[in-house]
């Protein structure tokens, strides 16, 4: 297991929580979103519609070295613990209600959530999970549901 970690940084808050990949269970997906954040992003995170407590984030097209479709499916679930990150790629026209294509990152704050989706239960690849400051962070994530989108960095703690 690599040492290899993220930080998710709430920018204006300067709440920071670490998160440790899951590098034995995802190594395809934790490499891919290596090397996407040798720099970090910053993205202006929402809060999910179906899934229950989680924030999205996307990859900037800047940041998009690698075919998503080449990913395999890895340690997949639709019933994340709290603190855990998901990838899942959104092909053009994947659904009827967002014909657009969409790289997410996203990551479940509290109990109860799930990948539910518009059309239904929807695998997805976790790659990672918060193991430092989640509360902190939670707190964060919550506030986006009252006061809508915040910036978020996501890059590699160094």
Known sequence: MSDKKFYLKFVDADVQGIISLYWDNAPKTCEALWNALATPIQWRA??????????????????????????????????????????????????????????EIGMFYGVGGRTFGPTGWIPCTYFGKMTQNLDAVAEQCRLIRIEGAKTVELGRLV
């Open 46 to 103: 929402t809060h999910a519609m179906f899934s229950g407590p989680e924030i999205m984030m996307g990859l900037p097209e800047t940041h998009r070295n690698f075919d998503p479709t080449a990913l395999p499916a890895e340690n997949q679930t639709v019933l994340p613990e709290a603190g855990e990150l998901l990838w899942f790629y959104q092909p053009k026209n994947f659904f009827k209600i967002d014909p657009s294509e969409f790289w």
